[in-house]
């Protein structure tokens, strides 16, 4: 499930952009609303009770983009700032609407997956360790749109806080310590909310395998 992790370390591209988009430079804005609005309303959507509320969760995160972008300091990438007003932006929305859940509200009797199905150490620490059973399945249907969807629809199953941190480390690409520093919380509980994540995913991704085994074209 998890990606190669992006780099968002502030660099030249960014600078660059920022000075676009301090001149208002249109093209500039529309290829930022391009590349990042879909991923900004998956992470609004972990805060708020519908798509529509983290829609507008995310228009007003770009407003605040725009008139903001003055105050960018490049401490982070401009993707983290960026992502940061999205996320303090949906937590006041989901407060308002009285769907805040602190992410220190962790259970201990949820239950885990077993520790052994994930890579633990090295450069691919957090992959899984052995693809899902029924390998055998053709690529066409580990690919196809219906596998899409059911990975989409178990994304939206889960709780939120594991919602917001699988979306921001395996579909957004941020590295633990950016997911740390974006949503405030400690190292430990990053990775046991992605863990709890990947393994729920995992389970639906290899019960969805499984009914496709031997299925060829």
Known sequence: METAAVDTRPGDDDAELVAALRSRDERAFAGLVDRYHTSMVRVARAYVSSKEAAEDVVQEAWLGIIQG?????????????????????????????????????????????????????????????????????????????????????????????????????DVQGFSADETCELLGVSEANQRVLLHRARGKVRGALEDYLGTHAGTHA
């Open 69 to 169: 972008v003055g105050r960018f300091e490049g401490r982070s990438s401009l993707k983290t700032w960026m992502f940061r007003i999205v996320i303090n932006k949906a937590m006041t929305r989901g407060s308002r609407d009285a769907r805040s859940i602190p992410f220190s509200s962790l259970s201990p009797d949820e239950p885990t997956v077993d520790p052994s199905r994930f890579l633990d150490s090295g450069r691919w620490a957090g992959f899984w360790s052995s693809l899902p059973s029924a390998s055998e399945v053709p690529e066409r249907v580990l690919l196809s749109q219906e596998a899409r969807v059911m990975v989409d629809t178990v994304l939206a199953t889960l709780p939120p806080n594991q919602r917001l941190v699988i979306t921001l480390r």
